[in-house]
């Protein structure tokens, strides 16, 4: 498809979409301006989500610890778009992606598919839509152009991976202090991104320290965070793996994950997952109790507070997943009669 079919439905966009009123000759507001009751009679299109939930148009940054597993998720996210299947529990809508994965080669790469696609030929989607490339210039000095030419190629551009961040990054100017270069690294990614309504996500790492708020981990200044319309980081904890998520289009997430031959999958929201491992493990220490037991001696069989257990077994009793026999005793269900 020709550059200028492919443009037209963004210039027909464009030429539907109202404008602000003209301001006149000696009028020095910047063009851009527009006065607030005219934006509320302005119809935008729809933000499109890329993976639903997850991903949208835009830039996102994904971060995580080295060798977590966030090559693979990218990896599944391009397959998922590619091939109209399945990531995170989420149904993508087919379109084309690029997966720039600069720290791999061919050989990983093609590991990589064989592990994640059906075994049986006759099973695999069709990834014609896939572009993979394992080397690509720095963001200043042509990965603009390499992304507007894999665009201009593409039947119907949704997804662009750059894995990793840190392959493509420009070199600090003497000039610019640490949040000025982290912001100037990202800013011409987003921009491309918003003009063309296509997600891109950018793969980083994290820092060690752990932190109050997970998204604060991501390495480098506030200035990448501040550049990027979606962060998710992938971490483990105590509790296991979790992608945690917040954006300017995506509702605030924390899912808990499961990790499996190369392949992530959603568990549940991250609270309500750890609420019913809590739960199993109160029931089975219950089960296996000779009598009735006290939240204190719960606590000390499965390793949480006492605190935590008072009012879980409370939820636990209005559910019927315990019975409280006396004040502060509780025992199995099914031990009773």
């Avoid at 001696?297 to 006396?326: C, F, Q």
Wanted: proline share 6%; aromatic share 4%.
């Amino acid at each position: 498809m020709k550059a200028e079919q492919r443009d037209e439905p963004a210039r027909k966009l464009l030429r539907e979409t109202p404008r602000a009123a003209p301001i006149a000759a000696n009028d020095n507001r910047p063009a851009t301006a527009v006065n607030a009751q005219h934006l509320l009679s302005m119809e935008f299109p729809p933000v499109v989500y890329v993976v639903p939930g997850v991903i949208a148009e835009g830039l996102t940054i994904l971060g995580g610890r080295p060798k977590l597993g966030k090559s693979w998720l990218a990896l599944d996210m391009c397959i998922a778009v590619a091939s109209g299947g399945h990531v995170l529990g989420a149904e993508c809508e087919k379109g084309d992606a690029l997966y720039l994965a600069l720290e791999d080669n061919q050989r990983r790469l093609q590991d990589r598919l064989r592990t994640l696609l059906p075994p049986l030929k006759s099973l695999q989607p069709d990834l014609l839509r896939l572009e993979l490339d394992t080397e690509a210039p720095k963001i200043d000095a042509g990965l603009i152009g390499r992304l507007d030419a894999w665009r201009m190629q593409a039947s119907k551009p949704r997804l662009v991976v750059v894995d990793t961040l840190a392959m493509v990054r420009p070199a600090k100017k003497r000039t610019q202090d640490s949040y000025e270069a982290d912001y100037a690294a990202l800013s011409p990614l987003q921009k491309w991104a918003g003009e063309h309504r296509v997600a891109v996500v950018v793969v980083t790492h994290v820092r060690k320290m752990e932190a109050s708020d997970p998204l604060e981990m991501i390495s480098g200044t506030n200035g990448l965070t501040g550049a990027a319309d979606s962060i998710l980081v992938l971490n483990r904890d105590t509790d296991g793996p979790k992608l945690y998520g917040r954006g300017r289009d995506i509702e605030e997430l924390e899912k808990a994950l499961r990790f499996d031959n190369g392949k992530w999958s959603v568990l549940g929201d991250a609270d309500d997952v750890k609420r019913s491992a809590e739960r199993r493990a109160v029931l089975a220490a219950l089960d296996d109790a000779i009598s009735p037991m006290s939240p204190a001696e719960i606590a000390k069989v499965i390793g949480k507070p006492k605190g935590n257990l008072n009012v879980l077994l409370t939820k636990m009793v209005k559910d019927g997943e315990a019975i409280k026999v006396a004040y502060g005793l509780y025992m199995h269900p099914g031990k009773t009669g």
